[in-house]
């Protein structure tokens, strides 16, 4: 099976840090100016611009995980299938106009393979 989905992942994560870093550079320049320290609480616009960059290493970090699984040919286990899936779903249906369509093709991907997988288990 070819792997694609922690790579799909990985490039999900880069692009969400990236567009964050650049989208909310304000919020990151206010959380500089007042020193760091402290500086989310109250500030709507920080804590977006932190917590969506965050959410973007989050994608590296389970992207870089999947790609490992991937590479060991280690049976994928349904839940990372569901994982993906549910916020997707929910992202979507919240906000149509949205990244969260990125989701979609590794979370079905990851269901699709361990269904493969399992199919193989049973044969």
Do not use: C
Request: glycine share 14%.
């Amino acid at each position: 099976m070819k792997r694609w989905l922690g790579r799909w992942l990985l490039g999900v994560g880069v692009l969400h840090v990236a567009y964050g870093l650049v989208r909310y550079r304000p919020g990151f320049a206010a959380i500089l100016d007042h020193g760091f320290w402290n500086a989310l609480p109250g500030h709507p616009d920080r804590e977006l611009a932190f917590w969506f960059v965050m959410s973007g290493w989050g994608m590296l970090f389970g992207g870089g995980l999947l790609h490992r699984l991937e590479a060991a040919e280690s049976r994928l286990p349904r839940w990372v299938g569901w994982t993906l899936l549910i916020p997707a779903v929910l992202g979507i249906a919240l906000e149509p106009a949205t990244g969260f369509w990125a989701l979609l093709p590794p979370a079905i991907g990851a269901l699709q393979r361990a269904r493969v997988h399992q199919a193989g288990a049973a044969a």
